[in-house]
């Protein structure tokens, strides 16, 4: 079991749009299991290869006592709103309101490479939604509304005093 460091923000992995994966290679496939495991920890429900510092579009997520994968995720579905207190593992310690849509619903594939399909409302619809956002190189703190986010900002760099 390998538990991955998790990168924080300002690390411009996190703003690098991540690369398709193409292949299904051993390093594709242990990078799924360090997913697997890392997001396997109390308090997490999603993890992008990107925030442990691989640029390829990959999440893995731990969602009401289900743990998965899924490669080469493409939102194709959303529906409704909802807005609520969203955090992240790149942005350790600040929780703020953020719109998303209430259902989410995502195609890729498995290490097999068949497709698969990932869905959910609520925290599975917000999952969905902010690990595609960081496999784009977007971290949640861009969708706040301006002063939340020059908030959010403030915080960061008193935490990195």
Not at 4 to 19: A, E, F, K, N, Q
Not at 88 to 104: D, F, I, M, N, Q
Request: aromatic share 4%.
């Amino acid at each position: 079991m390998t538990l991955r460091d998790i990168r924080v923000v300002p690390d411009p992995v996190l703003r690098t749009v991540c690369d398709p994966i193409t292949t299904i290679t051993p390093a594709v496939e242990q990078l799924v299991q360090d997913l697997v495991d890392t997001v396997d920890d109390p308090g997490r429900a999603g993890l992008s290869a990107n925030q442990i510092g691989v640029s390829l579009r990959a999440f893995s997520y731990n969602i009401d006592g289900k743990l998965g994968y899924i490669l080469n995720p493409k939102i194709i579905e959303l529906d409704g709103e909802q807005y609520g207190d969203e955090g992240c593992l790149s942005v350790p310690g600040l929780w703020y309101k953020t719109r998303r849509a209430e259902y989410a619903k995502a195609e890729g594939i498995n290490l097999s490479g068949n497709r698969i399909v990932i869905e959910g409302h609520g925290i599975m619809g917000r999952m969905i939604q902010h690990e595609c956002d960081h496999l784009d190189g977007h971290v949640y703190l861009d969708r706040l509304e301006k002063e939340q986010r020059r908030e959010a900002m403030r915080k960061m760099r008193e935490q990195a005093k």
